[in-house]
């Protein structure tokens, strides 16, 4: 007796088409080695990993200090694991991190020079393996399709994001932090 099923399906749970099964894998096939090539470049010369990188880009984007949130607004990273690499690049001497003076509870991140330095002697490296396995077979119009699609797919994902990535919810129900001292503010 036949079943229903193919071997990438489970016992209730309609398989994908074939075209799409392709796809997916085509994809995630793609960025495993796009990442792999751009993380394997960025130990080499920075001594750093991607998850570092991405914090560095961000703080060097920015031209300024960011929360920590803002960093993580960008960064598909547990909140824990994010704190922790903050940590090794403040360790390195790569940024450094402050109390946020208009809230305490917040973290401010600075790009220190060590870490602009570092992060300009890798950019061009980074921006060669990405042009070399990401853009080199596309042509214009190509990228502009390719780029409308990711963003409609990103778009969708983040409408949906795993709980580590989802905007902390204000707890009801806790006091009230006590007003600040006359004078502080």
């Not at 390195?92 to 330095?117: F, K, N």
């Not at 778009?155 to 580590?164: C, E, I, L």
Request: aromatic fraction near 4%; proline fraction near 6%; glycine fraction near 8%.
């Amino acid at each position: 007796m036949a079943s229903d099923h193919s071997a990438s399906s489970a016992p209730g749970v309609p398989s994908l088409p074939p075209q799409q099964l392709a796809t997916y894998f085509a994809l995630m096939e793609s960025v495993s080695l796009l990442q792999h090539q751009v993380d394997q470049h960025l130990r080499k010369e920075g001594a750093i990993s991607y998850v570092q990188f991405q914090l560095l880009a961000r703080l060097a984007d920015a031209g300024g200090p960011l929360t920590m949130t803002q960093l993580a607004d960008g960064v598909v990273y547990s909140r824990s694991g994010l704190t922790y690499q903050a940590g090794l690049l403040e360790k390195a001497g790569l940024i450094t991190r402050d109390t946020y003076p208009d809230d305490e509870r917040a973290t401010l991140v600075t790009l220190t020079d060590d870490g602009a330095a570092l992060f300009r002697r890798v950019l061009p490296g980074h921006i060669d393996a990405v042009r070399r396995l990401l853009f080199a077979s596309l042509n214009d119009q190509d990228v502009q399709q390719l780029g409308d699609i990711m963003t409609r797919i990103r778009d969708q994902m983040r409408a949906h994001p795993p709980r580590s990535a989802a905007p902390r919810k204000r707890r009801t129900g806790r006091k009230a932090s006590p007003p600040a001292a006359a004078g502080t503010d």
